[in-house]
Every structure is written in structure tokens, then in C-alpha cells.
């Protein structure tokens, strides 16, 4: 069975926050720009944690589109 990373994103029109669970209460987070140099900056800092399971909260969901198209 293969075990997922759970990571948390909020989304906002110029940023995203991130969250990711590290497990006995304990997590890290980090703030991106909510355009593409900043989906690559996700990218490339969600590598340690390797597989994840996303979930994300904001008020429109038109204002992730393009974070959730890179997402999957």
C-alpha cells in the first residue's frame, strides 16, 4: 500500500500557501506566487516529501485553474 504525503494548499489571486504534514503534529509550510515560476517553485520543494495527496481551499475555483492543471 502505497503511503501519500497529505499537503494543504490556500489559494488566493497572488498566492498560494502550502502546507505539508509531517506527521506527530508537525508540519512545514511555505508561501509561492500564484503563477507559473511559482508552480515550479512547489514542484521542486514537494520533491523530498515525495507522493502526495492534495487538498486546497479558496472562495473561486477559477483563480486555481491553472495550479490545479500542473497539479495533475
Given at each position: 500500500?502505497?503511503?501519500?504525503?497529505?499537503?494543504?494548499?490556500?489559494?488566493?489571486?497572488?498566492?498560494?500557501?502550502?502546507?505539508?504534514?509531517?506527521?506527530?503534529?508537525?508540519?512545514?509550510?511555505?508561501?509561492?506566487?500564484?503563477t507559473?515560476?511559482?508552480?515550479?517553485?512547489?514542484?521542486?520543494?514537494?520533491?523530498?516529501?515525495?507522493?502526495?495527496?492534495?487538498?486546497?481551499?479558496?472562495?473561486v475555483?477559477?483563480?486555481?485553474?491553472?495550479?490545479?492543471?500542473?497539479?495533475?
Amino acid at each position: 500500500m502505497q503511503i501519500l504525503t497529505p499537503v494543504g494548499i490556500d489559494v488566493a489571486s497572488q498566492k498560494f500557501d502550502v502546507a505539508v504534514w509531517k506527521g506527530k503534529a508537525a508540519y512545514k509550510s511555505k508561501a509561492f506566487s500564484n503563477t507559473p515560476k511559482g508552480f515550479d517553485a512547489l514542484k521542486k520543494w514537494l520533491e523530498p516529501f515525495g507522493d502526495c495527496l492534495y487538498a486546497w481551499k479558496q472562495q473561486v475555483l477559477t483563480v486555481s485553474y491553472c495550479l490545479l492543471s500542473w497539479l495533475i
